[in-house]
């Protein structure tokens, strides 16, 4: 009983730190970090999903953009022998708080190399490999629309054919956003919704919603298709930007 309580105290004591730790760090810069706490176990159970419908085969897996590594957590214990996990974040604090979480995770004592953190931004990775499942936690409704182009078209690159992008975005932020944000922002922010418009359109498979998560969020699945027909979505993305 005692271990226990000591074990859950541990548990609670670092998921605290962590909270601290995502709220300094999107106070610092909010449009990267895009968030004030880290994702819900809902959340994180939501995105690892098509990995828990392929229990069996070893997968190829990047994170993109995994913070304190509240869903890298929920993800490291569904890899099977043989699979690979690349996990890539832009912030240095966190890609060493998440070198530490690799280093020390009890599912990857004797499994040397199967995870590896690459403090990098994503739209410039380059690991060699292509990936089974792309699980994004990118705040794109953040960025200007060039870059969300660059980010989601190296994602479908980057994906084999057939693989699955899971990524989420907030519930509410374009009501936030008439409220408090300028016409440029908000010319700005019609240009990413358009182009992920045109990205669910031709490639979504699934939607869900995430209620027990601050913010609640959808979570959208594509596949990049087993032979590819057009080289991305474009025509309503465009009429946006112009
Ligand atoms: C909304 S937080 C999500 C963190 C974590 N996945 C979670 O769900 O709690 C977004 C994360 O993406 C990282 N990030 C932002 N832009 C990035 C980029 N271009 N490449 C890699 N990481 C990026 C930020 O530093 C931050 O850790």
Redesign the pocket.
């Known amino acids: 009983m005692n271990h226990w309580r000591t074990s859950h105290e541990r548990v609670l004591a670092q998921r605290q730190a962590e909270g601290w730790m995502?709220l300094i760090?999107a106070v610092r810069?909010m449009r990267?970090?895009?968030?004030i706490?880290?994702?819900s176990k809902a959340?994180?159970r939501t995105?690892t999903a098509p990995l828990r419908s392929q229990p069996s085969r070893p997968l190829s897996v990047l994170?993109?953009?995994?913070?304190?590594?509240?869903?890298?957590r929920a993800l490291i214990p569904l890899l099977t022998r043989g699979s690979r996990l690349d996990i890539?974040?832009?912030?240095p604090r966190?890609a060493a708080r998440l070198n530490h979480l690799v280093a020390t995770h009890p599912h990857l004592s004797d499994r040397t190399g199967q995870a590896t953190v690459h403090e990098?931004?994503?739209?410039?990775?380059d690991t060699g490999h292509r990936y089974d499942l792309i699980?994004s936690?990118?705040?794109l409704t953040n960025?200007p629309p060039h870059?969300v182009e660059r980010?989601m078209s190296r994602y479908m690159e980057l994906l084999h054919p057939g693989g699955t992008l899971a990524y989420?975005a907030y519930l509410g932020t374009r009501k936030a956003r008439a409220l408090a944000s300028s016409r440029t922002a908000l010319r700005r922010h019609a240009a990413v919704d358009a182009i992920m418009t045109d990205y669910q359109r031709a490639y979504a498979t699934g939607r869900w919603t995430v209620l027990a998560n601050l913010p609640p969020a959808h979570v959208w699945h594509l596949q990049r298709p087993l032979v590819d027909v057009v080289d991305r979505p474009s025509h309503e993305a465009d009429e946006a930007r112009r």
Do not use: C, K, W
């Open positions: 995502f760090e810069d990267t970090t895009g968030a706490a880290p994702s959340l994180a995105l994170e993109a953009g995994a913070g304190t590594g509240a869903i890298t890539v974040e832009a912030n966190f990098s931004y994503v739209e410039e990775l699980i936690g990118l705040p960025f870059q980010i989420f």
